[in-house]
């Protein structure tokens, strides 16, 4: 039978991050690809403990819960935002997710008519480009240097194409790893004020911060209340596997997302969101958190020794003041996407730039590099690899 | 600020099971109304070992996943499929999903554009008509009788509306907790095949069967592995709170389901569909449904009971062969949505007939009630509570 799907699909492909996990599943490929953190930092002792102080308060914690999710782990969320400055929004303006990956998703659903217009930055996440593509939202990129969209293209494009949201990572960015200097996080939410535009802050990498005593002010922490959605996600700072990130924002559209939410799977894992809630109360999760950056921080300087070592042509990057990834410019010539082939056959991976830019205006020879994954002795190895590789393919091209 | 929203949100609305849920949590109503299993039948102790003997096997489990979820849980749901006769699809056919209800929306999602026809039976799940509407599709109601669907205007409608798919659940169905006849369900498949419509076949109460020694054999096992989409979920059989369900189906369909999941949210959460894995492997789940069918075949028995006891004039309903809802009718006079007002503030909750009916064609008198989960004390307490109301009513009328 010949199937016929909804046009929506047409949006919709496997991305290359999703190939290339697939790759890494198979074993013996070193991978800077997925932004993963590392197995062994896993705090398998608390989580365990977080699910036995669940399991001993009876069954009730098995039943079916609220859309919006479990109440006292939002109230949590209250305490945590908090501390970052963000004080806008009540429990009843958070949205438990599954990871922030459907916060977007729900955002989206909930925003963009056919032809809507974003904003983004240029490259950027590319798994929130697939799902603006996927609501036939039309993506248009903002010029940006290393401390962020540019103020005179973001105003120009403000007014020119009236976007329904500007999407931004600004605090340890994917791919690009930079962050946004404070003034520009201003001139972004006065632009949003003065010209009537939401802002979707993501921000799953903030707490991954190497140099504690510069502070990165959240955008939603500069805001009212009435302009930002701020999404963040456990799965960087506790385990990926509970899949639980959470949305907060202006209490209609956190109702409607919710409405949205429950169409779409009626509520998130709440036996994980029960643990979540006894891992913050239970577990020193700050000290873990601490500990997660001394050691990420430690494998980028490694990563930023071998890349200096390995004295590549035309080689250039920032380096990166928190998160998961590296991202470089080869020479011009190179074209990533062909050098993965060759890289995956020696055992390396690592994620080509062309997927995160939107247009036409694609730097080829960019690449991301993960960090966090890969062991010192696997990330040595792996960007041993990888330089022999980049070199080998110099002499071709 | 203003927001301004997709025009899908026009058909999001919180729906009538949602606020009832919110009445319930607030204590001493007794419900009737969600489809929720009794908490104090859920297993503690195997759902608890499960998760232990995940944690034993050492920090994997936490980590990302593939988008498909948990081989090993769909290489389960393979063998425990083919003993109900679906034997056409293999593990890479099965997508793990956020319950039943994700399912329901991710094909909806890949399949539906605007306007597109699925036929339903009326009255149906009210939270399947939320997702369809919510794509804006076309929804046309079949005519039924206690067996299924009319052959007759089936086929009429097949010919006139040209639909892209048929959303039956044939086994226990929510809210009318009716079986189709093995008659209607291979008419159904055949009309399938002739006029090249998929079935997609909801099936979350199917194991909760009280009369052993009848055969009801899923719509997927008469069909050829090309024509039917089949989901069910571990919700009602061992607990809500992992939020697991599966839909399998042909490979072209689930591989694109996927690619949407994807951008949804990456993967479920896939410690549970670990420990659900090893659930199925070292606890008697068979044992454990067998002990529910007992449990809820005597409550259903009780309200049975209860509702002939109460000699209410007009009252009609079909006895259910299993399931967790008894549909009734009341005398044409009344309309259940008012009643409801009444009945909440004595004491007792339900859901009323209307948000399960598509179109005009509504039986206002109809009304749903949930078996499963009060204890058989409640149970007598609430339909003495809920009967006295109802002939209250009726003095009024």
Known sequence: MRYAFAKRVRHLQSSAVRDILKVVGKGNVISFAGGMPDDELFPLDGVREAFE????????PLQYIETEGYLPLREVLVERMGRKG????????????TGSQQAIDLFSRVMFNKGDIILTENPTYLAALQVFESY???????????????????ERKIKKYKPKCIYVVPTFSNPAGKVWS?????????????????????????????????????IAALDDGTHVLYTSTFSKTVVPALRTGWIAGPHQIIRIMSQAKQANDLHSNSLSQQALYHMCQDFDLDGHIEKLRTVYQSRMEIMLEELEKADLPGLSY???????FFWIQLDERIDTSELLNVA?????????????????????NALRLNFTHATPEKLRKGMGLLTSVIKEHYLEV
Not at 318 to 324: E, L, S, T
């Open 53 to 60: 102080n669940t399991f001993a308060t009876g069954k009730k």
């Open 86 to 97: 963000i004080t806008n929004y009540d429990a009843s303006e958070i949205l438990l997710t």
């Open 136 to 154: 036939e939202a039309n993506i248009i990129p903002v010029d940006s240097d290393e401390d962020g969209m540019l103020a005179d293209d973001l």
């Open 182 to 218: 404070m003034e520009r996080r201003r001139h972004l939410i006065q632009l949003a004020h003065k010209y009537h535009v939401m802002i979707f802050e993501d921000d799953p990498y903030g707490d991954i911060q190497f140099n504690m005593e510069e502070t990165y002010t959240p």
């Open 318 to 324: 920032v380096v990166p003041k928190g998160g998961m």
């Open 344 to 364: 995956v056959k020696k055992g390396v991976a690592f994620v080509p730039g062309a997927p995160f830019y939107v247009g036409k205006d694609v730097q080829k």
